[in-house]
């Protein structure tokens, strides 16, 4: 030990031998880049990345922040970005059917029963809830989003129609004041511009009592992950998987500090604000997700429906199983 110790510090050059070995520098085919709009829902990644998961699978992980399904779609086709989260949306039902490779691989949000509000709907103040569905004539929301499917649900049971609606498009931090005015009569938000317009005005309904489970949020891989460097994205799905188990541990200090530095949120901001459901074993609501789409085309929203092949693909978290099994049947057998 002393004829070692000797050579490293005569040997400088011998210390990576001397020393802790040193792990391999990813190749560039290890490097992922993900597109995502900076949010709570993001939060498995940011704690994936942040506690090593992502190093544990010799990955790299890049984030960027791209808003809207076509931003995301056009950076893919780029090969700019190979993996995409966001809200699901028509614009991601149209370029599967025209056969654009990028497909849902993993729950990102849905809306469960039982959890916080993370998605709902706000009436103008002196609008009665009790009757408000035939009143319903401006409405805000994201138009392209699953919010429409919901809100169709919602005037049909409250004794609505959509064909009688206008829709205002305005940005999310827009909306609240929008209905708190009495400019338009509904909005449909997220957690927090949601908290911000129920305090003022009406709450009337959350997402998840409309559509128990709808498949709100997702992960697209890009062609990439999809088949040449399939093993990266399966990789990927793993660290995911172990973000979404750190995120599932709840607002715990660490949680909260790692997400506030990295969304730009203060402490009591992160502790307060709605943290949506992510399935622990990260699989989609297909069910949902074709509902929806089916849906749409009924509606005239889209021109042609994709076929279940071209929307996801449930064999990479198959392979994610596998993976994990291989993995701790070879640590039982060295323990």
Not at 19 to 25: D, E, L, M, R, T
Not at 109 to 135: E, I, M, N, W
Not at 242 to 251: F, Q, S
Request: aromatic share 6%; glycine share 8%.
């Amino acid at each position: 030990m002393r004829h070692l110790l000797a050579a490293c510090i005569a040997a400088p050059a011998l210390l990576t031998a001397c020393g802790p070995a040193q792990p391999p520098q990813p190749s560039e085919r290890d490097i992922v880049r993900v597109a995502a709009y900076r949010s709570i829902g993001l939060a498995p990644v940011i704690l994936a990345n942040e506690l090593g998961y992502f190093a544990d699978e010799g990955l790299v992980v890049q984030l960027s922040e791209l808003r809207g399904t076509e931003g995301r779609l056009a950076a893919a086709m780029a090969g700019e970005i190979d993996v995409g989260m966001g809200v699901l949306g028509m614009g991601d039902f149209s370029s599967a059917a025209r056969g654009i490779a990028m497909r849902s691989v993993a729950d990102r949000t849905h809306l469960a029963p039982g959890g916080c509000a993370y998605t709902g709907f706000v009436l103008r103040p002196g609008l009665d809830s009790a009757v408000a569905g035939p009143a319903i004539r401006r409405v805000t929301l994201a138009p392209e989003g699953p919010g429409t499917f919901l809100l169709d649900r919602l005037l049909t049971a409250a004794g609505g129609s959509w064909d009688t609606v206008e829709f205002v498009r305005l940005p999310s931090a827009a909306r609240p004041e929008a209905v708190i005015r009495g400019a338009v009569d509904l909005m449909q938000a997220e957690s927090p511009h949601l908290e911000h317009a129920a305090a003022r005005a009406t709450r009337w309904r959350n997402g998840a009592d409309i559509i128990p489970n709808l498949q709100w949020a997702h992960v697209r891989f890009s062609e990439r992950l999809l088949t040449t460097d399939r093993d990266v994205g399966v990789r990927f799905l793993t660290a995911y998987r172990r973000g979404i188990a750190a995120y599932h541990e709840g607002k715990t200090d660490r949680n909260v500090m790692i997400l506030a530095r990295e969304l730009l949120h203060d402490t009591a901001a992160v502790r307060t604000a709605c943290w949506p459901a992510i399935r622990g074993d990260a699989r989609l609501n297909v069910a949902s997700m074709l509902e929806f789409q089916d849906w749409a085309f009924r509606r005239g929203l889209l021109e042609h429906p994709a076929r279940p092949d071209q929307l996801f693909d449930t064999t990479l978290l198959a392979s994610v199983d596998s993976l994990s099994d291989a993995r701790a049947a070879a640590h039982s057998r060295n323990r």
